[in-house]
């Protein structure tokens, strides 16, 4: 059988972010990726040049085709932009029976560039968030959502209890925005009250942009292919752990990740990510 996965976002025009990671990552991993487009982009590595986000009828048209058509077993959403887009995904996907909806709650690009209107923040939160398998912030990002500042680990757990308690099943605290590390650290919370983190070595490099659209697709991904939720979290770690520290030196701002990396290196990544109970 043939494992099928869908991407709910933007565009990248540079193909490191966006729905182009998302579809590289999905590929890499043995997964037909399909798609539905929330905005177009004209980026680089060196930033978002402008948007044209999609009518909101016209995303969910696109979902609903897919949905009607595939037989999806994992959902991830990036960038939504607006509230409007919000909530006609929400009110589309309630209209199918759950896959895993993974959500990454894009906000802002590497460059600065706002990829989230702020009205949409509410709509996230009491929209989305609710049907959420595992939603995956890094610090600004679950900052802005949870309402509160983090500055150590103990704010890190804080704010991953309060994405909880609005409904998300499981949360991935992405540390990397975490200063005065030599490590990069990532709390797995679940409803549940599984609790796990994620210790990689630090990789200094400029080669980021897309991370985090990248991470989320691989979840997907791998809870496309049956894996758990913590499974799926493990083993997206070790990927783009490998996609970061073998970078392709592309562009002249922040490069995009390797999403081939996995196939040659994860072994070798696998042994520089440790799980912490």
């Known amino acids: 059988m043939t494992n099928v996965a ?14 182009q990671a998302d579809l590289k990552t999905f590929q ?14 004209a980026q680089n590595t060196l930033g978002v040049h402008d948007v044209f986000p999609i009518d909101p009828n016209g995303v969910k048209a696109q979902i609903q085709a897919i949905m009607d058509d595939f037989h999806v077993r994992a959902i991830k959403t990036g960038m939504l932009f607006s509230a409007n887009i919000i909530y006609e995904v929400a009110s589309i996907l309630k209209e199918y029976e759950s ?7 894009v906000m ?10 702020e009205e949409s923040i509410q709509a996230l939160n009491q929209h989305l968030l609710p049907m959420a398998t595992v939603v995956t ?3 600004p990002e679950a900052e802005i959502l949870a309402d509160m500042k983090i500055e150590n680990d103990c704010d890190v757990e804080e704010a991953g209890k309060r ?10 605290m992405k540390g990397g925005h975490l200063k005065n590390k030599t490590y990069s650290e990532d709390l797995f919370l679940a409803a549940d009250g599984t609790r796990f983190t994620l210790r990689s070595k630090r990789i200094h490099t400029e080669d980021t942009h897309g991370t985090g659209c990248t991470f989320s697709a691989a979840i997907a991904a791998f809870m496309a292919k049956g894996k758990s939720v913590q499974n799926a979290v493990v083993e997206a770690k070790i990927f783009i752990h490998a996609a970061i520290g073998n970078g392709l030196n592309l562009g002249n701002g922040h490069g995009p990740t390797n999403h081939w ?7 070798k990544a696998r042994k520089d990510v440790i799980i912490v109970e």
């Open 6 to 19: 869908m991407t709910i976002a933007g565009s990248d025009s540079g193909g490191g972010a966006g729905i």
């Open 28 to 41: 890499e991993l043995g997964v037909f990726g399909t798609s539905a487009l929330t905005a177009v982009t």
């Open 99 to 105: 896959p895993a909806i993974i959500i990454d709650p």
């Open 108 to 117: 802002v690009a590497k460059g600065g560039a706002s990829l989230l209107q």
């Open 137 to 139: 912030p890094n610090i």
């Open 163 to 172: 994405l909880l308690n609005m409904g998300a099943k499981a949360v991935v």
């Open 261 to 267: 990396a996995y196939r040659l290196h994860g072994e």
